[in-house]
C-alpha cells in the first residue's frame, strides 16, 4: 500500500495500453471531464504521421534538441520506441502539483514505469481490450496495416500487456467504452479522496486549541 507520507499534492495518472485498446478516447474523455485535468503532451524526434499536429499530438523536435532537453533536466520520463526518442515533459508534474490537479500521461508500460520510480504516488492504469481476437479485428478494421505488421503489432501487444498487469495499480477492461470510462473516472475519484492528497488546510488544525482556563 502507499503510505500517506509519500504522497505530494496533485494526482500523477498514467494511462496504457496496447495500441487499439481505446486509451487515448479514454484520456481525452477523462481531460474533459475531471476538473484541473491537465494532459501531457510527449516530446518525440519522430516525424508527424497523417493529421498530426505539432503542439496537439506530439511537440515535434529533432534530436539535438531532445538531447538539450535531457541536459536541462525538463524531463519526468524519457525513452527510446521503435528508433526515435519520446519524452514526458516535467512541467506537467510541476504544474499538477502546484495547482493540486490531475496530470494525465499517454504512454508506454516502460513510461509509467519510470515515472512511478520518481513518483510513488503517481497511480498507473492499464486498459486491456476485452480479449486477443478482439485487439486483432479492431487492428484489422483500420485497413492501414500489412498481415505483418498486424502480427508485430500482435507480438508487441502481448509484451505489453504482461508487463502492464504485472506491474499496474489498476485495470480497465474496455469492452464497452462508456463502462471503461466510468471505472477509469472511479479511479481518478477514489484516488483523489486517498488520505495524504486531500487539501485540509481548512481546517486549520495546525495550532492546537487553547485549553481552557490556561
Ligand atoms: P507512436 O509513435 O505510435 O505515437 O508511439 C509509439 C510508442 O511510444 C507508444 O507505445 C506510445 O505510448 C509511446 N510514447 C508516447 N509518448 C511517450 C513518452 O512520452 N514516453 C514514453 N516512454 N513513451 C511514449
Same mark, same amino acid.
Given at each position: 500500500m502507499?503510505?500517506p507520507?509519500?504522497?505530494?499534492?496533485?494526482?500523477?495518472?498514467?494511462?496504457s495500453a496496447?495500441?487499439?485498446?481505446?486509451?487515448?478516447?479514454l484520456?481525452?474523455r477523462?481531460l474533459?471531464?475531471?476538473?484541473?485535468?491537465?494532459?501531457?503532451?510527449?516530446?518525440?524526434?519522430?516525424?508527424?504521421?497523417?493529421?498530426?499536429?505539432?503542439?496537439?499530438?506530439?511537440?515535434?523536435?529533432d534530436?539535438s534538441?531532445?538531447?538539450?532537453?535531457?541536459?536541462?533536466?525538463e524531463?519526468?520520463?524519457?525513452?527510446?520506441?521503435?528508433?526515435?526518442? +519520446?519524452?514526458?515533459?516535467?512541467s $506537467? &508534474?510541476?504544474?499538477? /502539483?502546484a %495547482? !493540486? *490537479?490531475?496530470?494525465?500521461?499517454?504512454?508506454?508500460?516502460q513510461?509509467?514505469?519510470?515515472?512511478?520510480?520518481k513518483?510513488?504516488?503517481a497511480?498507473?492504469v492499464?486498459?486491456?481490450?476485452p480479449?486477443?481476437?478482439?485487439?486483432?479485428r479492431?487492428?484489422?478494421?483500420r485497413k492501414?496495416?500489412?498481415?505483418e505488421?498486424?502480427?508485430?503489432?500482435?507480438?508487441?501487444?502481448r509484451?505489453?500487456i504482461?508487463r502492464?498487469?504485472?506491474?499496474?495499480?489498476?485495470?480497465?477492461?474496455?469492452d464497452?467504452f462508456?463502462?471503461? +470510462?466510468?471505472?477509469?473516472?472511479? $479511479? &481518478?475519484?477514489a484516488? /483523489?479522496? %486517498? !488520505? *495524504?492528497?486531500?487539501?485540509?488546510?481548512?481546517?486549520?488544525?495546525?495550532?492546537?486549541?487553547?485549553?481552557?482556563?490556561?
Open positions: 502507499t503510505e507520507s509519500l504522497l505530494q499534492p496533485g494526482l500523477l495518472l498514467v494511462l496496447p495500441s487499439g485498446a481505446g486509451k487515448t478516447t484520456a481525452h477523462l474533459k471531464e475531471v476538473p484541473g485535468g491537465i494532459f501531457s503532451i510527449s516530446i518525440t524526434t519522430r516525424r508527424p504521421r497523417g493529421k498530426e499536429q505539432d503542439g496537439v499530438d506530439y511537440h515535434f523536435v534530436v534538441t531532445f538531447q538539450e532537453k535531457i541536459d536541462r533536466g524531463f519526468v520520463e524519457w525513452a527510446e520506441v521503435h528508433g526515435h526518442f +519520446y519524452g514526458s515533459p516535467q $506537467v &508534474v510541476d504544474e499538477a /502539483r %495547482r !493540486r *490537479g490531475v496530470a494525465i500521461f499517454d504512454i508506454d508500460v513510461g509509467g514505469q519510470a515515472i512511478k520510480r513518483h510513488p504516488d497511480v498507473l492499464f486498459v486491456l481490450p480479449s486477443m481476437e478482439e485487439l486483432e479492431r487492428l484489422r478494421d492501414t496495416d500489412a498481415d505488421t498486424i502480427r508485430r503489432r500482435m507480438l508487441a501487444a509484451s505489453e504482461e502492464g498487469i504485472a506491474s499496474y495499480d489498476y485495470i480497465v477492461v474496455n464497452d462508456e463502462r471503461a +470510462y466510468q471505472d477509469l473516472r472511479s $479511479v &481518478v475519484v484516488e /483523489r479522496c %486517498r !488520505r *495524504g492528497r486531500v487539501d485540509l488546510s481548512m481546517l486549520k488544525l495546525e495550532k492546537p486549541p487553547a485549553e481552557p482556563g490556561r
